[in-house]
T-cell receptor, first 113, second 111 residues
Framework: DAGVTQSPTHLIKTRGQQVTLRCSPK?????VSWYQQALGQGPQFIFQ???????QRGNFPDRFSGHQFPNYSSELNVNALLLGDSALYLC????????????FGPGTRLTVL | GQNIDQPTEMTATEGAIVQINCTYQ??????LFWYQQHAGEAPTFLSY????GLEEKGRFSSFLSRSKGYSYLLLKELQMKDSASYLC????????????FGSGTRLLVRP
């Protein structure tokens, strides 16, 4: 049973560029949440997708956008990258009718130079 | 606003017991998770409390008091591999469920 997978593992970009991160949820899960984790901090909620729609959003600017596909996989897009966007981006999947436990992927380490 | 507090760092000795506290002030509280995160890795689930009281799972136990906005994670018989960050996360319900994380507690287990 495949767990949550994310790609790429690492990514280096420069300021002003755009980036797309990808996530495949755990088999059978239908909900995907994205988090940003700066070094030494806890994960910060970005947004959550269910049925291909954004259901909830944290305090992140519109430069952060996402998408969920019919197979429940998801993308996180960040435009006009800033140095402060450097972080570990975590994807977590869950089942909306389940016990709400979120399973985390290994994350994508984004470095903005 | 949503606020979750936990100590930044703790140190304990192998074989000992350590308690990591978490206090929270949130709206829409539904439950509380504890996650373990080793450096450079994803958080892994440890426990989930919805009702007041103690939940025990092997060497790990978690306690919740909803009226006091307080939880703790108790780790017994500490092992070197328990050195990690421990994240307290409050589950919030409004239009759906989402997690609000504390900054994490870095636990160092020494021989």
């Amino acid at each position: 049973d495949a767990g949550v997978t994310q790609s790429p593992t690492h990514l280096i970009k420069t300021r002003g560029q755009q980036v797309t991160l990808r996530c495949s949820p755990k088999s059978g899960h239908d909900t995907v949440s994205w988090y940003q984790q700066a070094l030494g901090q806890g994960p910060q909620f970005i947004f959550q997708y269910y049925e291909e729609e954004e259901r909830q959003r944290g305090n992140f600017p519109d430069r952060f956008s996402g998408h969920q596909f019919p197979n429940y996989s998801s993308e996180l897009n960040v435009n006009a990258l800033l140095l402060g966007d450097s972080a570990l981006y975590l994807c977590a999947s869950s089942l909306v009718q389940g016990d709400n436990e979120q399973f985390f992927g290994p994350g994508t380490r984004l470095t903005v130079l | 606003g949503q606020n979750i507090d936990q100590p930044t760092e703790m140190t304990a000795t192998e074989g000992a017991i350590v308690q990591i506290n978490c206090t929270y002030q949130t709206s829409g509280f539904n439950g509380l998770f504890w996650y373990q995160q080793h450096a450079g890795e994803a958080p892994t689930f440890l426990s989930y409390n919805v009702l007041d009281g103690l939940e025990e799972k092997g060497r790990f136990s978690s306690f919740l008091s909803r009226s006091k906005g307080y939880s703790y994670l108790l780790l017994k018989e500490l092992q070197m591999k328990d050195s990690a960050s421990y994240l307290c996360a409050v589950e919030i319900v409004d239009s759906s469920y989402k997690l609000i994380f504390g900054s994490g507690t870095r636990l160092l287990v020494r021989p």
